[in-house]
């Protein structure tokens, strides 16, 4: 009980050590309410107020916003940081895996997406199998542990692949990421439909022998539980709702297949990502409310990538799809408002549109748009602080708070160097003294480094 | 009746170069790129070259007059290395030309490859960018580098320096990438011995060796060609090297860490040979020796990732402007690792710069002038000045910026059409029912 009692002291202190903050004379770009010229304060977590003039709570931190703008934190839809393990490549069906249990906390691409700008993901199994593993919400709380970075409430997803990638191990000569042996099902779309549909076919007759169950025992009836199915469990949560699909998919006859899967087996696709030929089937993917994840202007890396189109995004949103921008890249998703900038250029999208397209649209195809998304009194306060318009490719983000809190600050950042610089010495210095031999890479952080060059050491390794 | 009509329009095309490649440009401001902007001024443009850049210009009467007003004029751009023209799909391999096999391919030409019907091609250039340097791969040399104008009719149309500069990925001591790349700091592993730093290290030397030998034997076989020796035969690979070793043609480097780079300048030394480096993402830690060495540069994007985990996040949007005050010469590139999708961003890698405190203007000279100055073509191509082809990029505002729009182009005078497959499919399905 009194260890309780100091828990609960603990975390409002920890709460309370978050003074208010308060922005003034900003440009504020709310998404959702136009743009005023004025105040917004962040008090215990949430938007308190955003107006012309808002008075100073006392022991706010007080931040003079002029020639500054403040939007919402950037949510990018599609990301692989944080994610120790991506692929369970083996088998083309892996839902019985699941991102949340390999989240690495001390990533270092969290903190490199902060400075960019973002402050929700959504993290995302791989695409090599037709139907892959779980995914989950996480909020960039750079320092906090896995759990913390949760974002509370969020539903979990599951992640489904077509197209090239999940038929690529059935077909030995498919290149990246084949399997040289033991050909694995499926090797054409057909056969992606297939592995979907045989799932569903399972996950439908499992559902029934619980529903049965259940039924049972609510009439009092003795009756034996059917044994647990891992793999089948996400999938009858997504013909309950209770689990959302996020599809990768690229030419427009997958997604239409994808569809009709969903269709006759009365489940829905929550978001189709890449979704590169959406453009072609944005009629088709509209009448369904499925929402659509893609990129800016990504194309002709592999044949299904062929007929991608910078124009994408806007013919979505103009044709009524929900529509975001993702990064599916640790360096991309520390621009996305750079990319959010090309659809002004690329099919005409308004200021407001294209800024939609990593903030609240993403949210509302996460589900978390009563909380994040836009700049609203009672909304968490995830806020961005840019020098200049965060649309223009002259601009960047000088500071970043999580639920009020600063998770990034350009000038400390800065600060902090040459203190990180000495101490980095210091450490490669005792490692000399004590004759060890070591090298970067394999350590945590520098899996997600997509450069794919790993942390060396060169003054620690004998120099030639 | 609508066959002959869409017959008729491809033969008035093909009448028309030559004829609509001279006019005047006027009342827009004109950023030359070789001193300060022009406002009300005009381009005047005969047989796709400039003749004469300025205010009040009189203009001779037979020439077609665009009226430019309330626009930008600026050269077009330059992307310093990229593989457009000679990829089509990445993961195609028959749609690859970059990376022929063997070590050393000094007679291999980029220009030779460069595919003029490229869908890259139309994508690229609507942004603004007119020109590329069109560049192999390979370890260690893999071919010419060649500048071309990203409009012609064929390779020789489009070529502007075929012999532009000799590609060469310097050794390195290769630290295996992705996940649980690198050097294995436990013994234990299975890898740890393929990838000990001893291992490594006997292949680099081994490839340092190789490369000294390559340079050694060119200057070998131009003493036996100079001899004129009878019976002698030409060796195109070494008869490649010889404009090299003669420090007539620059070598393009490729190195990317400190210690590369070092290992280069003194490479380039030791053979007395004139370089460019490309993509020397440790270049802010060289910067003396670099401006010491007088060696231009050739940035890679700077929207990428720090190379170590504990580096700065903002280090490669901040090296364009290291570079910048220590007066090194330098433009930037779209490529790295094989890609050719993001020739079209070159504009806003630039733009990265300035966000970190790069001068716009540097910043724009950096694509247009610096490039064109570096790859030796800076007598052509560049800036908007009488002498060189009507490269031009007419804008509603800063080419830099992702939301400006592209209102005209012209590539050696000729106006090049804004359309491209993309477009086409946009209108296209824009319009679907």
Same mark, same amino acid.
């Given at each position: 009980m009194r260890r309780l009692a100091i828990f609960v002291l603990m975390s409002v202190a920890a709460f309370a050590a978050d003074p208010p903050v308060l922005i003034q004379n900003a440009t504020i770009l709310t998404i959702t309410n136009g743009t005023v010229k004025g105040s917004i304060l962040l008090q215990n977590g949430k938007i308190a107020a955003i107006g012309d003039r808002v008075m100073a709570p006392p022991g706010a931190t007080v931040i003079d916003g002029a020639g500054k703008y403040v939007m919402p934190g950037i949510i990018d839809c599609h990301s692989h940081i944080m994610a120790e393990a991506i692929n369970e490549g083996s088998v083309s069906v892996s839902s019985m895996v699941g991102i949340p249990d390999v989240l690495n906390p001390e990533d270092i691409a969290?903190?490199?997406?902060?400075?960019? /700008?973002?402050?929700?993901?959504?993290?995302?199994?791989?695409?090599?199998?037709?139907?892959?593993?779980?995914?989950?919400? &996480?909020?960039?709380?750079?320092?906090?542990?896995?759990?913390?970075?949760?974002?509370?409430?969020? &539903?979990?997803?599951?992640?489904?692949?077509?197209?090239?990638?999940?038929?690529?191990?059935?077909?030995?000569?498919?290149?990246? /990421?084949?399997?040289?042996?033991?050909?694995?099902?499926?090797?054409?779309?057909?056969?992606?439909?297939?592995?979907?549909?045989?799932?569903?076919?399972?996950?439908?007759a499992y559902k029934a022998s619980w529903d049965l169950y259940r039924a049972k025992t609510a009439r009092g009836e003795v009756a034996i539980p059917p044994a647990r199915d891992l793999k089948l469990e996400p999938l009858v949560e997504v013909l309950e709702g209770k689990r959302l699909v996020h599809a990768h998919c690229y030419r427009q006859d997958e997604i239409l297949m994808l569809l009709h899967v969903a269709d006759d087996y009365g489940f829905k696709i929550r978001t189709l990502q890449h979704v590169l030929e959406g453009y072609k089937v944005a009629k088709e993917i509209q009448e369904r409310g499925t929402g659509a994840s893609t990129f800016?202007?990504?194309?002709?890396?592999?044949?299904?990538?062929?007929?991608?189109?910078?124009?994408?995004?806007?013919?979505?949103?103009?044709?009524?799809?929900?529509?975001?921008?993702?990064?599916?890249?640790?360096?991309?998703?520390?621009?996305?408002?750079?990319?959010?900038?090309?659809?002004?250029?690329?099919?005409?999208?308004?200021?407001?549109?294209?800024?939609?397209?990593i903030t609240i649209n993403p949210a509302k195809q996460l589900m978390i748009d009563k909380r994040v998304g836009s700049l609203e009194v009672g909304k968490d306060a995830?806020?961005?602080?840019?020098?200049?318009?965060?649309?223009?490719?002259?601009?960047?983000?000088?500071?970043?708070?999580?639920?009020?809190?600063?998770?990034?600050?350009?000038?400390?950042?800065?600060?902090?160097?040459?203190?990180?610089?000495?101490?980095?010495?210091?450490?490669?210095?005792?490692?000399?003294?004590?004759?060890?031999?070591?090298?970067?890479?394999?350590?945590r952080g520098a899996a997600n480094n997509t450069g794919g060059e790993p942390n060396a050491a060169p003054q620690g390794v004998p120099q030639q | 009746?609508?066959?002959? !009509?869409?017959?008729?329009?491809?033969?008035?095309?093909?009448?028309?170069?030559?004829? =609509?490649?001279?006019?005047?440009?006027?009342?827009?401001?004109?950023? $030359?790129?070789?001193?300060?902007?022009?406002?009300?001024?005009?381009?005047?443009?005969?047989?796709?070259?400039?003749?004469?850049?300025?205010?009040?210009?009189?203009?001779?009467?037979?020439?077609?007059?665009? =009226?430019?007003?309330?626009?930008?004029?600026?050269p077009g751009m330059i992307d310093a290395a990229t593989q457009v023209g000679l990829i089509e799909i990445n993961s195609i391999r028959e749609s690859e030309d970059t990376t022929e096999l063997g070590k050393f391919n000094p007679q291999l030409v980029a220009l030779t490859a460069v595919n003029p019907s490229s869908e890259h091609i139309p994508v690229t250039r609507v942004n603004g960018i007119t020109t590329v340097a069109a560049t192999p791969e390979g370890s260690l040399i893999g071919g010419q580098v060649s500048l071309v104008h990203l409009d012609g009719w064929t390779t020789d149309e489009m070529g502007i320096k075929p012999h532009a500069g000799l590609q060469l990925r310097f050794p390195t001591i290769a630290l295996p990438g992705g996940r649980g790349g690198g050097i294995d700091a436990d013994p234990s592993s299975p890898f740890a011995a393929a990838r000990s730093y001893t291992t490594?290290?006997?292949?680099?030397?081994? %490839?340092?060796?190789?490369?000294?030998?390559?340079?050694?034997?060119?200057?070998?076989?131009?003493?036996?060609? =100079?001899?004129?020796?009878?019976?002698?035969?030409?060796?195109?690979?070494?008869?490649?090297?010889?404009?090299?070793?003669?420090?007539?043609?620059?070598?393009?480097?490729?190195?990317?860490?400190?210690?590369?780079?070092?290992?280069?300048?003194?490479?380039?030394?030791?053979?007395?040979?004139?370089?460019? !480096?490309?993509?020397?993402?440790?270049?802010?830690?060289? $910067?003396?020796?670099?401006?010491?060495?007088?060696?231009?540069?050739?940035?890679?994007?700077?929207?990428?990732?720090?190379? $170590? %985990?504990?580096?700065?996040?903002?280090?490669?949007?901040?090296?364009?402007?290291?570079?910048?005050?220590?007066?090194? %010469?330098?433009?930037?590139?779209?490529?790295?690792?094989?890609?050719?999708?993001?020739?079209?961003?070159?504009?806003?890698?630039?733009?990265?710069?300035?966000?970190?405190?790069?001068?716009?203007?540097?910043?724009?000279?950096?694509? $247009?002038?610096?490039?064109?100055?570096?790859?030796?073509?800076?007598?052509?191509?560049?800036?908007?000045?009488?002498?060189?082809?009507?490269?031009?990029?007419?804008?509603?505002?800063?080419?830099?910026?992702?939301?400006?729009?592209?209102? !005209?182009?012209?590539?050696?005078?000729?106006?090049?059409d804004l359309d491209n497959k993309q477009k086409d499919l946009y209108e296209k399905y824009l319009n679907r029912p």
């Open positions: 969290i903190y490199r997406a902060l400075a960019g /700008g973002v402050t929700t993901a959504n993290i995302l199994h791989g695409s090599a199998n037709s139907i892959g593993g779980k995914t989950i919400v &996480m909020k960039m709380r750079w320092g906090k542990d896995a759990e913390e970075m949760k974002f509370e409430g969020a &539903m979990p997803g599951i992640k489904f692949a077509l197209g090239e990638n999940p038929k690529r191990a059935g077909n030995p000569a498919g290149g990246r /990421g084949a399997a040289p042996t033991n050909a694995r099902y499926p090797a054409t779309r057909m056969g992606v439909e297939d592995v979907i549909r045989e799932a569903f076919n399972d996950a439908v800016a202007d990504w194309w002709a890396y592999k044949i299904e990538a062929n007929d991608a189109i910078p124009y994408n995004a806007a013919i979505l949103t103009r044709k009524g799809v929900l529509t975001s921008l993702n990064s599916d890249d640790a360096e991309l998703m520390r621009h996305l408002d750079k990319e959010a900038a090309k659809t002004v250029k690329y099919g005409g999208l308004t200021e407001t549109e294209a800024l939609s397209l995830d806020v961005l602080l840019y020098d200049g318009h965060p649309l223009s490719n002259f601009s960047k983000v000088t500071k970043v708070w999580i639920d009020g809190h600063e998770y990034f600050d350009l000038d400390q950042d800065v600060e902090a160097r040459p203190k990180k610089e000495l101490e980095k010495k210091a450490l490669i210095q005792k490692a000399a003294a004590e004759n060890r031999s070591f090298g970067g890479g394999g350590g | 009746m609508k066959a002959a !009509l869409l017959f008729a329009i491809p033969a008035a095309l093909i009448a028309a170069p030559g004829a =609509d490649d001279s006019f005047v440009l006027k009342n827009a401001t004109v950023h $030359t790129m070789a001193g300060a902007e022009i406002q009300n001024g005009s381009v005047v443009v005969r047989n796709g070259k400039i003749i004469g850049v300025g205010k009040n210009l009189s203009v001779p009467k037979d020439l077609k007059v665009i =009226d430019a007003k309330g626009m930008q004029v600026y490594l290290k006997q292949a680099y030397d081994k %490839e340092i060796a190789e490369l000294n030998e390559f340079f050694e034997s060119a200057h070998r076989y131009k003493l036996t060609k =100079d001899a004129k020796a009878p019976g002698f035969k030409p060796d195109l690979r070494l008869d490649a090297m010889i404009p090299v070793i003669e420090g007539k043609e620059p070598v393009l480097v490729e190195a990317r860490r400190e210690r590369d780079i070092r290992d280069a300048i003194a490479f380039a030394d030791k053979q007395k040979i004139k370089i460019i !480096l490309l993509d020397p993402a440790e270049a802010y830690k060289v $910067t003396k020796e670099i401006k010491d060495h007088n060696i231009p540069v050739i940035l890679g994007p700077s929207l990428a990732l720090p190379l $170590t %985990e504990d580096g700065n996040y903002d280090q490669a949007y901040k090296t364009p402007l290291a570079l910048q005050k220590a007066g090194i %010469e330098f433009c930037f590139a779209t490529l790295t690792g094989g890609s050719n999708l993001a020739s079209r961003n070159l504009p806003y890698q630039a733009g990265q710069a300035v966000a970190f405190g790069l001068s716009k203007e540097d910043a724009m000279k950096a694509v $247009t002038k610096n490039a064109a100055d570096i790859w030796g073509v800076g007598d052509q191509i560049g800036t908007v000045e009488e002498g060189k082809w009507a490269d031009l990029v007419v804008t509603d505002g800063d080419p830099l910026e992702a939301q400006t729009q592209i209102k !005209l182009l012209f590539i050696k005078g000729k106006p090049v």
